[in-house]
């Protein structure tokens, strides 16, 4: 079996998988939300690529329903909004409300409830929105300034495949979900998005570029496997 793992800006990480014997093109995604392409040994990777991304919205639609975590009073949500969860049993529905550093919920169910837990989820979209767009466009503004980069613009929104992409007008658009890594990977996405704004593909001169900037970005690259662009109590010190 012949493997090849690439990046695709409308997708993300895609795992394209070559087997014999294999007749047509197969897409599926796995318990982590890893993306993977079966296909006949014979066919061009561009084939496999070409297929997913003819899937794009079959492969957003499913990554939603992976890995939902369950989130508890105290969990801190992006990088200053703390959960806080009140139980009021003589209250008639749940309500949820974004404070400048937390988000509370008060309900008349258990919060494993699963609509309790879609209520707390929904919240935490509009709470990790509202720090994206405060913090990362000036990151990003000062990142570019330090190394000597320009770019048209940038917006954040919910991107689940993907932690941000770069067109080839140079707008620059980031996931929301961003905020709840670390520091140095959301500066590893920052960089690999500015760094696309003069390289469009991931070659040799893509790496010799970002290696000046970001001497461990193969490193950083493998950490941020471990996290997917959905609302996640990271348990991360504010700060980091």
């Known amino acids: 079996m012949a493997q090849k793992i690439i990046y695709v800006p409308e997708i993300g990480e895609l795992i394209l998988s070559k087997r014999r014997g294999a007749t047509n093109m197969r897409l599926s ?3 982590a939300g890893k993306i993977r392409v ?14 997913a991304k003819s899937k794009a919205d079959w492969i957003n639609k499913n990554l939603a329903t992976h ?16 959960l806080k969860f009140v139980y009021k049993p003589l209250q008639k529905t749940t309500i ?41 466009p000036q990151r990003l503004e000062a990142l570019a300034k330090r190394h000597g ?49 003069r390289h469009m593909n991931h070659g040799k001169e893509f790496w010799d570029d970002f290696k000046k900037i970001t001497p461990n970005a193969r490193i950083l690259q493998k ?18």
């Open 67 to 82: 890995s939902v975590q369950l989130l508890q009073d105290g969990d801190l949500i992006g990088k200053s909004h703390r």
């Open 223 to 240: 950490e941020i496997r471990a996290y997917k662009p959905l609302v996640q109590a990271y348990k991360i010190i504010p700060g980091k």
């Open 149 to 197: 980069y320009e770019y048209k613009s940038v917006q954040t929104r919910k991107l689940i495949s993907r932690w941000g992409s770069c067109s080839s007008t140079k707008i620059i658009t980031l996931s929301y979900y961003l905020v709840q890594l670390p520091w140095s990977l959301i500066d590893y996405v920052l960089v690999h998005e500015l760094i696309h704004t």
């Open 29 to 31: 995604i796995n318990a």
């Open 96 to 136: 949820a409300k974004v404070g400048a550093n937390s988000i509370t919920v008060t309900s008349p169910y258990d919060i494993t409830s699963p609509r309790v837990q879609k209520k707390i989820h929904q919240v935490s979209e509009k709470a990790l929105k509202a720090e994206a767009e405060f913090l990362l």
């Open 38 to 51: 079966g296909m006949p040994y014979w066919a061009p990777y561009q084939a496999g690529v070409a297929f």
